[in-house]
């Protein structure tokens, strides 16, 4: 809750996030976030000077930053805070985008349009030759027009 608290002033969405409260969050989970680099910065620093945090671990890659947090309690929770929705050296979508089309959660949390979600989902799995995970072909059929799809089927 500490880091949804931090991020009350700050723009910010999830991607993939869970529709349940922040603090139901299964132990040794993933937050994936979109987030400027700047305030990716100022949270890995307000992570570091947190009192539950025992160990917190940073990779700077181009285009996001990966935390990895130990607690005093010995659980683990890894934040991926990415400035910049890229494949390799590929521009898959716009954050600034992203950004104007998030949405609030009934639990206060900010998350990417279902939408943008899905067309991400979509590119991530596709640009990597990958098949769509059962857990989110619906989804992803849903939300991204099937004439995109018909191309991945095609190719």
């Not at 299964?26 to 990716?40: F, G, H, P």
């Not at 570091?48 to 659980?75: C, D, G, P, W």
């Not at 991530?124 to 089927?153: G, R």
């Amino acid at each position: 809750m500490d880091i949804f608290d931090q991020l009350y002033h700050t723009p910010y969405a999830t991607l993939k996030f869970h529709n349940e409260a922040p603090e139901n969050l299964k132990l040794n989970s993933d937050i994936d976030m979109i987030i400027s680099s700047r305030n990716a910065k100022k949270m890995i620093a307000f992570l570091s000077a947190n009192s539950l945090v025992q160990n917190i671990t940073t990779v700077k890659k181009s285009f996001m930053y990966s935390v990895r947090i130990i607690t005093k309690h010995h659980e683990i929770l890894n934040l991926d805070l990415i400035s910049q929705l890229k494949w390799k050296y590929l521009q898959m979508m716009d954050t600034n985008e992203v950004l104007a089309n998030k949405f609030k959660n009934s639990f206060g949390v900010y998350k990417v349009s279902e939408k943008d979600a899905a067309r991400f989902i979509h590119l991530f799995y596709h640009l990597n030759a990958s098949e769509i995970p059962d857990s989110y072909k619906n989804f992803v059929s849903e939300h991204v027009d099937s004439k995109k799809q018909m191309i991945k089927k095609q190719s």
